[in-house]
């Protein structure tokens, strides 16, 4: 290597060394230390004491594990599919030439920046049977009402309601792959006799279906660690009915201090998340389409 190329890495490295540094202090560094505590009897306050896989063995056994991971598992089999659908009609809506284009689309997205706690404590009131806004606008119309999060069947459906707030992210995310979209696919359709439906069937959908692919793997890893709403919300109630397998990872570490055991459910976490998103891609090969030869 030449003179200038040796002092051209040397400098990479050092610019490169602050992002590296903090991977590896504030990410690897706190997953190796989760392993070993995982492995470990350790409550706040005390020393680790070594049990091997005792923690994990607990976890079979463990009613509430199975309960938040079931409720996890229900909320994200809900919410998944209505943030792509609701967030792919809205991006269709809004890749159209109309007046006014750049508003619409700010204020679609606006309730994405709503911070999570403040939209949480909305929610609360919009779902307050009393007098919140959804059992008035059912009163009004003649409709039975709800106890939306205060009952234990109703509570997951109505956070899941809830998740349609925040499809502004997704939304964006297909409006770009949107435009994308080769032109000139289009105009062969319109050529060949296609109306709407056949540029939507063999152009829109075909081309979309790695941007599709993308908000779904982003969504499943998002549901899975979903955590303020039980939080603020519902403290895991009523009746555990809406025990998200977050919540209970910090219940058990910051409410009983059983370090060494949440140590054990994100590591179990970390498993699930990684089968599934392996799972996803491999079932991907069927579905989706990359134009570049070979891509798929």
Do not use: C
């Not at 689309?105 to 959804?134: E, M």
């Not at 519902?234 to 009983?256: D, K």
């Amino acid at each position: 290597m030449s003179g200038q190329g040796r002092l051209e890495r040397r400098w990479g490295i050092v610019l490169a060394m602050p992002a590296i540094l903090g991977f590896v202090i504030f990410t690897i560094g706190p997953m190796v230390a989760s392993f070993f505590f995982s492995l470990t009897d350790w409550t706040i306050g005390g020393s680790p004491s070594f049990i091997g896989v005792d923690n994990y063995q607990t976890l079979a056994g463990d009613e509430l594990f199975w309960k938040s991971l079931s409720v996890t598992t229900y909320y994200t089999l809900g919410t998944v599919p209505l943030i792509l659908v609701l967030g792919f009609i809205l991006a269709l809506l809004l890749n159209q030439q109309v007046r006014g284009l750049s508003v619409w689309r700010t204020i679609y997205y606006l309730p994405t920046l709503v911070p999570a706690v403040a939209s949480a404590v909305l929610w609360i009131w919009i779902f307050n049977p009393d007098f919140g806004l959804l059992n008035s606008l059912l009163r009004q119309a003649g409709l039975p009402t709800s106890q939306w999060i205060y009952s234990e069947t109703a509570v997951v459906p109505s956070m899941v309601i809830m998740s349609s707030w925040g499809f502004g992210n997704a939304m964006v995310i297909f409006l770009a792959g949107l435009q994308g979209v080769p032109r000139h696919l289009y105009e062969a359709v319109s050529i060949d006799g296609g109306g709407v439906w056949q540029r939507f069937r063999h152009v829109t959908l075909p081309m979309m279906t790695p941007t599709i692919f993308y908000n779904l793997v982003t969504g499943v890893i998002g549901t899975f660690q979903v955590f303020n709403q039980a939080y603020v919300m519902t403290q895991g109630g009523p009746n555990n009915a809406s025990l998200f397998y977050i919540y209970y990872l910090y219940r058990t570490a910051f409410t009983e201090s059983a370090m060494g055991y949440a140590s054990a459910l994100a590591w179990v976490l970390f498993m699930i998340i990684m089968v599934i998103t392996f799972l996803l891609f491999q079932n991907a090969r069927r579905w989706v389409y990359y134009e570049m030869a070979g891509a798929r």
